[in-house]
């Protein structure tokens, strides 16, 4: 099976750091708006990781689906709660999110097979 994904991840993650090393400000700020939107408030961090990984579906952003998937799965959702998940950003986002949505499941496959191997 392809870790797709899984390699996605991991480049994305060294794409960051590496942007940080460059945009030291602009990432710290970046940073600290992914800390404060993710922490766990009147929405889990669960829940807010299925509503990005949502968003990233109707972007049609693969990174999005790569972090977020991995993201989900680490906060505590379930593969039938990414399902469901996928399956309101197909409502929402119709055919083009729906190819996007078939990628999602492949992430979660990857990761959820895997069971977090990518590097953190």
Do not use: W
């Amino acid at each position: 099976m392809a870790t797709k994904f899984i390699h996605r991840r991991d480049d994305l993650l060294k794409g960051i750091r590496n942007l940080g090393n460059e945009l030291p400000e602009v990432m710290a700020g970046f940073g600290e708006l992914h800390r404060q939107s993710m922490a766990e408030g009147e929405l889990s961090t669960k829940t807010k990781e299925l509503i990005a990984l949502a968003i990233g579906i109707t972007s049609h952003c693969d990174g999005c689906i790569a972090l977020h998937t991995y993201d989900a799965l680490k906060a505590g959702a379930t593969p039938p709660e990414i399902k469901e998940a996928v399956g309101v950003a197909i409502l929402m986002g119709g055919g083009p999110a729906a190819v996007y949505g078939s990628e999602a499941l492949e992430a979660l496959e990857q990761f959820h097979m895997h069971q977090f191997e990518a590097t953190v």
